[in-house]
């Protein structure tokens, strides 16, 4: 099946005008000995063929939603998604459109963004968004990015905390292994149980962007104010690596004076999707407006003095600056940007505060009937949101294959990127986790653990 | 047809020099290719070496970036400051708009009005 | 009637339609023993989002959309970008629960439908292109140029190689190459286009040397144009120990055509949401797979997926993530753009099957070859030979002063999108057409009708064109106003006006 609208007669035409014989005399540039090979791929499907097909292949898998009961987390959330935000990118005119570069006829994806700029600003307490990264881990890097060329690359320091997600952190090293930098701060050494002024005496002059997460890896809640003070001490940039949810409760990054406040948005109305794609949000301030990576609208007037929105500030952007430019990206998630912007403005303010306080609520409920088991206790003593870890008295990948058996997924091995919490399992708890969800985790983890 | 005063040596990259007073900026032809500048931001600063050539400075407009180089080389004395609130003075008095003062040039080797006016024009073919 | 505007007004922003205490969603009360939060301190003073009922939200973003051009209400002609129809079967495909509902860190047993589906689309993407092996982690395009050139890095830091420095990149090239080329402090050499819109052989010559990296290639390239000395092309560069990178944003010219890997090329890039029908969503989520030769492979970034265990009679294969000898690192966090890019794509090529994917390039090529001897007679076409998937052509009209931007505007009059402006440099007033496959003739014929029109109007009423778009929602904007004012958020936060 195809889906090419033109008839055997009118193609007859349309080479006619052309002047060639056939549609493969219209190849001759090409080297004739590597010309149409044969593909070895399966046969051509019917749409019907092709609709079973996929749902074997789903039905194959076991999802969060039919088969199995989740408190895995680390990065991403399974949240409820209220059923407007996917008709709405169901719209052909959203979901069919390109890049709004004629701001004429793309006013309804430039005033989304727009609004979706503001929502992020709203959120964490920044001054600008930008149009959004491919991913939070993205994100990260783009604020390394932007901190290097701040200083013009005179700085040459990239601290980042040790309980910042690990595949963040590999990111970042994988961004910036052409650039003359280095990345440290997380070391096999670092210290997880300190504070985060722990990192306070690494920061020096040479120190370009300190990167911390909030809440962090392991679910902790830190006021990072005072670091922020230091690292400003010292003229460095802190980028807070932030959850959204979390920023429906707690203390906003802006009001600790953060310079660059990036994150995951897959909680704020995406699908886990098995990972992507999702939405790297960048807010920053004002005066670093020049320095960040990616699209950017802007409010202005048309030509018949109505209020209108664009891309601004495109200069800035690889397709002009080429070489010179700070990074290449030439996208943005435009549709899971406006995605997060139908939820938060369907939840609003009341119904993202109770998304939150339900995690909140269950995780530590969660937390103090788990902790409750022999063998068993919270690692951390620190104030937490929805992810907490905890110490077993087995190793945790044998405790989750046996959890699994019953249709659980116990949490996330934190041994498997630090040596030093072997047998710790991070576990998650959102809204979508009843009291008899818990409470069977727990009675499941006793028997499992006697 | 652009302004040129008599007064300044020109680069072939468009930027313009004083040599009595060492100040650094961007021709008036140059402003019009670039058109409607909305940022600018000088690189360097007070104290620093510069070589003839080496980036001082950077301008973009709505639809174009362009970096601005010492025409000269030596000592950057002074920077002016109020220019990157306001960068648009840059398309009003390109003259007025100096970028930075620079120490220890007298720009000899660079062309004179007459010879950068050829410049432009043999550009615009 | 009197007393109703029947005039335009513009839909207020999300915040301008708030109204305290609406709320558009509400959730269970907690089943759990209340928990106090922690201390003030650490806590948020306001939340200021907006608040709305659902049937708010929905007629706001129904207004929204209305704005929009889309490929779904019309012809949408951009260059380079392949605006192709979005088949609505990949719709349901991507968001079957399976898909949807499944978190990418769950242990592989459980997710085998999802890693086999990834698999099979490494092997897919494997046979389209000719390559040795692909990745799918790369997020979009760019980032699969970023991920090629990170590994010809280490290709030639692994072989010890350390004065390679260069990259060569054609005058006609997207500036995604040299900033890919530049993020990683290599020096852009840009090599000019021949008078047939090929590389210039000779500069080429010139500049490949010990301290070449490699080279960045878009063919057939932004012109439109299939190289006609590629395997030259290719040997110049490899002779010097250099590595050839291919850019796949054109690829939809090329299926069943030729494979890039066949003709020598060490590394390229899909772009899921061009050739494979993946929707561009206003500006993204993307998907960029990269395919590489025996040379890089292995360099991939990690995690790939692989085959564990062999299947036998009573159990099936068994799929996982493997982890390349001299990964340059991960892309990006999990595992690629799965769901948005990977099962559209996979349903895409199911049901294309080898034949229909070789149609899909055909026709491309056809349409575009048949726009541009519509319009050949009206606006000149540089480099006029027989094109692949799009041509370029001068948007002006002699004897006026009317632009590429004028006749683009006019377009929008017509109902048409207009193709890409002034994109490739190398042509005065450019306007990049690519009409894509899923166009029929009829729509062709009016497309050609509609510029042939408006160089006539740009003759004899010049103002008309200059002036356009007249029937749009919207007008042209003050693009000046937006950068120096810049206003980029519709609230400000507290104290904002005092700084």
Redesign the interface.
Known sequence: MTYIPISPKERDAMLEKVGVQSLDALFEAVPAKHRFPKLNLPAALTEMEAASLLDEIALSNENVRADLVSFLGAGMYHHYIPSVVDHVLRRGEFYTAYTPYQPEISQGTLQGIFEYQSLMTALTGMEVSNASHYDGATAAAEAVNLAFANFRGKRRKVLVSASVHPQYREVIRTYTQGMDLTVSGDGADADLQASPEALTPLIDQDTAVVLVQYPDFFGRVFDYTKLIETAHAQGALVCVIANPTALALFKTPGAMDADIVVGEGQPLGLPMWFGGPSLGFFTTRKAYVHKMAGRLVGETVDSRGQRAYVLTLTAREQHIKREKATSNICSNQGLLALASAVYLSTVGQTGFKQVANLCYQKAHYAAAELSKIEGVGLCFGQPFFHEFAVCLPKPVAEVNARLLEHGILGGYDLGQDYPSLKDHLLVAVTEMNTKDEIDLFVELLREVLS | MSNTPSSLKYAKSDEWFDPATGKVGISDYAQAQLSDIVFMEITVSVGDQVEAGGQIASVESVKAASEVSAPVSGKIVAINEDLASGPEAINGEPYQSWFVQIEGGDGADMLDAAGYEKHCEERAH | MSGISTTFT??P???EL?SSG???????K??????D??ND????DD??????A?VD??R???A??????????GF?P?GS?T?????K?N???C?????????????I??????L??MYQMQE?LR??S?FAAVTLQP?????G??TGV?MM?AYHKARGDQKRIKMLIPDAA???N????????MT?KVIPSDARGNVDLEVLKAECDETVVGMMLTNPNTLG????H??QVVKLVRDCGGLMYGDGANLNALL????PG??GFDVMHFNLHKTF?V?????????GPVGVSERLVDFL?APLVGILEEPDEDMPALYGFVTPKQS??????????????L?RT??Y????????????A??A???A??LA??LRDTYKIPFD??CMHEFVMEGRVEGTDVRALDI??RL?DYKF??PTNY?PLIVREALMIEPT?????DTLDSFAAALIKIAAEARENPELVK?A?HT????????????????????L?EG?EDE
Not at chain 3, 95 to 107: A, D, K, N
Not at chain 3, 437 to 441: D, H, W
């Open positions: 513009t839909e922003t999300i915040f708030s609406r709320t558009g969603a509400t959730f269970p907690s089943d759990v023993p209340a928990c939060l922690p301190n650490l806590l948020r939340l200021p989002l907006p608040e709305l659902e939200v929905v706001h973003y129904m929204l959309s209305r704005y929009n051009y889309s490929v779904d209400s949408y951009l970008c605006m192709k129809y979005n088949p079967i719709e349901d495909t968001r079957l629960p399976g898909f949807l509902f499944t978190h990418p860190l769950q242990p047993e459980t997710v085998q439908g999802n086999l589906l897919w046979e389209i000719g997020a979009a395009g760019a980032q140029e970023f990170l890095r997207h500036g995604t040299p900033a890919s080329a530049g993020m990683l402090g852009v144009l299939f190289d006609e590629i395997e069943g055509i030729i494979r066949d003709v029908a929707p561009h969503g206003g500006g993204g989520p993307g998907s970034p340059i690192g991960r892309m990006k966090a999990f595992h690629g753009h799965f769901g948005g890019g099962v996979y349903t090529i199911a049901m294309h099957g080898p034949d229909g994917l070789k149609d899909i055909q026709y090529v056809l349409n070859n048949y001897a519509l030979r027989i683009s505007k929008m999108h207009p994109f496959e899923t166009e029929n003739k002036t778009p749009t929602l919207f007008g042209r904007m003050d693009e000046v106003k937006a950068a120096r004012e810049l206003v980029l958020c519709c609230w936060p904002y």
